[in-house]
Nanobody, 127 residues
Framework: QLQLVESGGGLVQPGGSLRLSCAAF????????IGWFRQAPGKEREGVAC????????KYRDSAKGRFTISGDNAKNTVYLQMNSLEPEDTAVYYC????????????????????WGQGTRVTVSS
């Protein structure tokens, strides 16, 4: 059974960094596009970044460009989201999700594209 487990969230001061991990169980990443999403209290879930199953394509929401980096480690079957220069507006529960796709060269940061979700990890940016 396909399972995604996020970790790495926590409390960090503005300007700080966190690295989130998304470990995959029951499937291999090289068949799936992986996305990171977040949901703040009272707001809709929004896409943050994605990586194609080949690893060759990554995409980011505008506010994450230059600050966040998504990467994958096939040996560990894990996708990471390195977040630098964190801002209070980044406070949310972060989720990773998997899309079973034959299109190895592309990915999308729309939640509706994804079939399987992790339980989330909370990120709080506050002084």
């Amino acid at each position: 059974q396909l399972q995604l487990v996020e970790s790495g969230g926590g409390l960090v001061q503005p300007g700080g960094s966190l690295r989130l991990s998304c470990a995959a169980f029951g499937f291999t990443l090289n068949r799936y596009a992986i996305g990171w999403f977040r949901q703040a209290p009272g707001k809709e879930r929004e896409g943050v970044a994605c990586i194609s199953s080949s690893g060759g394509t990554t995409k980011y929401r505008d506010s994450a460009k230059g600050r966040f980096t998504i990467s994958g480690d096939n040996a560990k079957n894990t996708v990471y989201l390195q977040m630098n220069s964190l801002e209070p507006e980044d406070t949310a529960v972060y989720y990773c999700a998997a899309q079973d796709t034959t299109n190895q060269g592309d990915c999308y940061i729309r939640p509706a594209e994804y079939d399987d979700w992790g339980q989330g990890t909370r990120v709080t940016v506050s002084s």
